[in-house]
Structures are given as C-alpha cells and as structure tokens.
C-alpha cells in the first residue's frame, strides 16, 4: 500500500521523531508504504486489552445502535462495503446487522499509550489542523474521526514515522468496531472533506472506498 503525502493521522507522530524536520524530509521524498507479505510480518507479541469503562460504554452505545437501526429498518448497513481483506468465516465481520466489525488502526508508541488509556480522541489530532490546511486542505480525506481500515497495509503506514530499524517494534491495534450507518464518499468528493452534518443527516462513519466502483 502506498501512502500519499503528509496524510493527517501520520503528523502528529512527525511531530514526536528526535529529528522533526529530517522526518518531513522523508515524509515528502519517501512516503511509508507496506506491502503486507506475510514474510515481511514477524509478530513479536499479542496483547488483548480489555478496559472495563470502554467496554461497558461500547455495550451501552451498541444496544443504542441497534435500537436505531432497527426503527429506521437498516438491517445490512454494511452492504455497500467492499471488504479488501475478507476472509472464508466471514471477518471482519462480527454483527452485519449493525456493521460491528474488526478493524485495524496503526498508531506511534505514543498514540497506542493514549488509545489504551483513554480511548480514542480524533480532537488530539485536530490540533494540527492549521498546518494540514496549509500542505493538503483538510485534516483527512474524510474530515475529522478516527481513521480505521481493515488492509493491514494501509495501517501499517501509520506507525512511527522514521523507523528506520527492523528490529524495533511497530503498534497496530486490531479494533472492535461499531459501523452503524455508512455514508459512502466518492473519491472525487475528498477533497477538504467536511464531515459536520454527518449524524443530522442520519449516518455514523464515512467509509472511502480505495477504487470507486
């Protein structure tokens, strides 16, 4: 997966390299890519992370979703989804009824502490809005959230920015997802995405298929 430039969720972890201004350098010259071969992976270890309050609020926020759903008749809110990594027992899938699913998000050291801490916090991010309005317009091709994927690949674009030693390790979170309602957004409409009017208008993720159909 090749990564374009200066992608939103990858300055922040600029910003923490030793050498902020040699890793703008490669980010510019020499954005990450990965190409996910299974030979290229060594997993060094697995952590499961289980956070009491999180996981009480997602049990409360997924029975508040189906209740949703359900009233407006949304039964499959996944369909117009094109998995890139489906696989034969049908992950990443865990609840098609309300697009529960499992999604990776790669992320610095830094970031993984914050996550497991705190949850996720798409605002720690917006902070660096000023400057990705001036390199690309917009703080991400879908506007502001969390940005998850199911292609490893893609992911593992976001780890460290200048780790340049095999040897030390990278972080990717494999998440438990709720999808709910998915607008989908055409690649020519990414452009300064804007995202605000995303629950009025009665959706709750964006999801940026990698090729239109």
């Known amino acids: ?8 969720a990858r300055i922040k972890g ?9 890793a703008f350098k ?26 009491p309050d999180l996981w009480q609020c997602y049990q409360e926020i997924k029975k508040r979703l189906e209740t949703e759903l359900q009233s407006v008749e949304i039964y499959n ?3 117009e989804v094109h998995w890139q990594e489906s696989l034969s027992n049908g ?17 610095s050291e830094s970031g993984l502490n914050s996550i497991l801490q705190s949850g996720f916090n798409p605002l720690e991010y917006c902070k660096y809005e000023y400057m990705l309005n001036y390199i690309r317009r917009g703080i991400g091709p879908l506007g502001r959230g969390t940005y ?8 593992a674009t976001y780890v460290n920015a200048m780790m340049e030693d095999d040897e030390i390790p990278r972080h990717i979170l494999v998440c438990r997802v709720l999808l709910g309602t998915i607008k989908v957004a055409p690649r020519k409409d990414r452009t300064g995405y804007d995202n605000t009017d995303l629950c009025t208008e009665g959706f709750h993720p964006v999801y940026g298929p990698r090729q239109d159909a």
């Open 1 to 8: 997966y090749p990564s374009e430039r200066f992608e939103g």
């Open 14 to 22: 600029l910003f923490e390299q030793p050498n902020v201004l040699k």
């Open 26 to 51: 490669k980010e510019l010259h020499q954005p990450p890519n990965h190409q996910a071969f299974i030979s290229s992976i060594q997993i060094a270890e697995l952590h499961i992370v289980y956070h």
């Open 77 to 79: 809110p996944t369909n």
């Open 91 to 107: 992950l990443p899938i865990l609840n098609s009824t309300m697009g529960e699913v499992w999604l990776y998000h790669g992320t």
């Open 148 to 155: 998850l994927t199911d292609n490893f690949a893609k992911s």
